[in-house]
Each structure stands twice: as structure tokens, then as C-alpha cells.
């Protein structure tokens, strides 16, 4: 059995799942990473990994991630579960194959890979997954409308599998930030407040490092939970 720790990434081409990658691998994690593009390939390759193109909204390509996964390093030890952007379409143009879609991507995908690595899981004695959601789950922005609902539900199922699967030392959190860039320039057509805490939105690898905290032994007796990387800006707690 491979000897460091395992994690799946899945949307690793750039931005948070490409920043995680780095973080992890900075960390001892021997990565699999996952995106439709070509470029999480040569990222792989650059981190030491391996890549598996394909999309969140098929469950074959799913079950290709996780077997490829195993037959090369035999454990899966976490998964970061992120997302490309959702359109943001005004709510009532929104057709049933679009939130059907986006469902799948953001929702559905979580539950089709949960249900994959569960069992790795079990039988190693444990495992950890973040699921990155966003802090407009809590208070729904017109603005973002896949967002604000997709990611509620998710936020929901991240609750009730760490109650089913706690006695299994296997821990679910999500994280909720408000926006992640490297640069002002990657936010254009974004309205972006002008009162950042920092002047700037939090960069990638900065993210990265509390996703880590909570894929990490630090955070065993978190679970359940969902993180906010938000500035207080939501308004729930």
C-alpha cells in the first residue's frame, strides 16, 4: 500500500482545486486529481500525481477516478470536493436541464463520490472530505441562484453523513467562502464589494491551508460542520 496519505481532488485544473493540489502536496499527500481540462494533467504530473479527465456530472467517470485511484496507490485517505463556477442565469429563465445539471454537478456528485470512497474508507479505520460549498448557502443571492440552493442541500447531506458515519472515524465538513482569487482581475463581472478585509479576495493557497486544517488530524473532532471563509459576511452562524 503507498505509504503517504491519498487525496482526491476533483475541479484540479486551477483556481481552489488546483490551490488545494498544491497545499496537500506541500503537506505529504500524494494527490488524484480530476477536471474536464487537459491542464490538470500537466499539474499532475508537475505535483507527482496522477490525472483522470472526465466531469462531476457522470457517475462512470466518478467510478473510473476512484478505481483508477486505488489500483494505483491502494487508499484513499481524503477528498476535496470542489466545483467550476455555475452560471448565473435570473431565476425564472433558469430551464429544468439547467438546474438538472447543475444539481448533478453540485449536489449529486458529492453523494455519487461519498458513496464510492465510503467503503475504502471504512476499511482503512477512517477518512476526511471537504466539500467546498459558499456563504451565499445560508443567505440565497439572486446573483447566484444554482449557488445559493444547490449548495444549501449540500451543506445538508454534509450534516447527515457525518452523523451516520462518525462511529467510522470518517468526518464530512464544508467550507463556505466568499470569493477566492488570486487576483482582482480573475473577479471581473463580480460585484465585489470595496471593503475586502484585506483589500484583496483570499488567494488560492491561502484557502488551501484551511482546507487542509480540516482534512487534518487537528481537526478529528470536527464534523459536520460547515467552515466560513466569509469575512462575516453571510448571516447565518
Avoid at 500500500?1 to 475541479?11: D, G, L
Avoid at 464534523?223 to 452562524?237: H, P, Y
Amino acid at each position: 500500500m503507498h505509504s503517504n496519505k491519498v487525496a482526491i481532488i476533483t475541479a484540479a485544473s486551477r483556481g481552489i482545486g488546483a490551490g488545494c493540489a498544491r497545499e496537500l502536496v506541500a503537506r505529504g499527500y500524494t494527490v488524484s486529481l480530476f477536471a474536464r481540462s487537459p491542464g490538470v494533467i500537466d499539474l499532475a504530473q508537475e505535483l507527482g500525481g496522477i490525472a483522470i479527465q472526465g466531469s462531476l456530472n457522470s457517475s462512470e467517470d466518478l467510478e473510473r477516478l476512484v478505481q483508477t485511484t486505488l489500483n494505483h496507490y491502494q487508499r484513499i485517505d481524503a477528498v476535496v470536493h470542489s466545483f467550476g463556477d455555475p452560471s448565473r442565469p435570473d431565476l425564472l429563465d433558469i430551464t429544468d436541464d439547467e438546474w438538472q445539471e447543475n444539481f448533478e454537478m453540485l449536489f449529486l456528485s458529492v453523494v455519487r463520490m461519498t458513496r464510492l470512497v465510503t467503503p475504502t474508507m471504512q476499511k482503512q479505520g477512517g477518512g476526511a472530505i471537504v466539500n467546498i460549498s459558499a456563504c451565499d448557502s445560508c443567505e440565497p443571492d439572486l446573483a447566484t441562484p444554482f449557488s445559493g440552493t444547490l449548495r444549501a442541500a449540500m451543506e445538508g447531506f454534509t450534516k447527515l453523513y457525518a452523523k451516520r458515519y462518525r462511529a467510522d472515524h470518517i468526518r464530512m465538513n464544508a467550507i463556505a467562502p466568499f470569493f477566492v482569487a488570486d487576483s482582482m482581475e480573475e473577479l471581473a463581472g463580480w460585484n465585489v464589494p470595496t471593503d475586502l478585509m484585506w483589500q484583496q479576495p483570499v488567494p488560492y493557497q491561502e484557502f488551501a491551508k484551511t482546507v487542509a486544517f480540516l482534512l487534518s488530524d487537528d481537526a478529528r473532532w470536527i464534523t459536520g460542520t460547515t467552515l466560513k471563509v466569509d469575512e462575516a459576511r453571510s448571516v447565518c452562524l
